[in-house]
């Protein structure tokens, strides 16, 4: 099975796409940690990618592209993967698209998981990080049994800079004007499975295995 997810920052996408990726024993892939990866192991595709980062510019879509289908090509994508955050734009798609019908393949479903603008501004800004250990709590889903108090070390809970709420709007604006045309781009292949992120981490799991189990491949 080949999934592509998409959804806007604070929708739960990296949890779902770690909890799918466990329940059909495909691999997770994330262009951050491709590169990442492929940076680290100082290989010639990645010495390229870096000299891009450092100054401070975007990897041009045909180097991620390299990246991308050399890791596509190893052996543990074989039995399938769920990209996340690949492509973003549409010539990235187009690009994929290309790879992909080199190798014969094809994507399953674009899972795009959908929640209102407002309801991610509640979610983004009721996020803390303990200044102590780094853990991570959502006063929404599972506040602190104290008040402004990390319950593992007793630390001060803090908002980060990029939870303030200017910054997620500023990030919501990029990701729509970003990610619209991509939605309809897949939208005309007939890929796209519009899944409601307002429930649970396990209401909105099921909710995507149920539109898998209906729509091919489970
Ligand atoms: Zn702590």
Redesign the pocket.
């Known amino acids: 099975m080949r999934l592509i997810f998409i959804g806007p920052p604070g929708v739960g996408k990296g949890t779902q796409a770690k909890l799918v990726k466990e329940y059909f024993g495909i691999v997770h892939l994330s262009t951050g940690d491709i590169l990442r990866e492929e940076i680290s192991q100082v290989s010639p595709l990645g010495i390229k990618a870096k000299s891009y980062i450092d100054k401070g510019h975007l990897v041009p879509d045909n180097e991620l592209l390299n990246i991308m289908s050399k890791r596509l090509n190893k052996e543990d994508a074989k039995k399938g993967y769920l990209l996340d955050g690949y492509p973003r734009t549409i010539p990235q798609a187009e690009g994929l698209d290309n790879f992909l019908d080199k190798m014969n393949h094809n994507i399953n479903a674009v899972v795009s998981i959908e929640l209102d603008d407002e309801s991610i501004i509640k979610r983004l800004s009721s996020r803390r990080s303990?200044e102590?250990?780094g853990?991570i709590t959502n006063l929404l889903f599972n506040p602190p049994k104290i008040e402004g108090t990390?319950d593992?070390?007793n630390?001060r809970l803090l908002q980060r800079s990029d939870d303030g709420k200017k910054v997620i709007i500023e990030r919501l604006v990029v990701y729509n004007k970003q990610t619209a045309p991509l939605l309809k781009y897949y939208y005309k292949k007939e890929l796209i499975m519009r899944i409601d992120g307002s429930g649970n981490i396990d209401n909105v799991l099921q909710l995507i295995l149920k539109a898998l189990r209906e729509l091919c491949c489970v």
């Open positions: 303990c102590g250990c853990n990390c593992n070390c630390g």
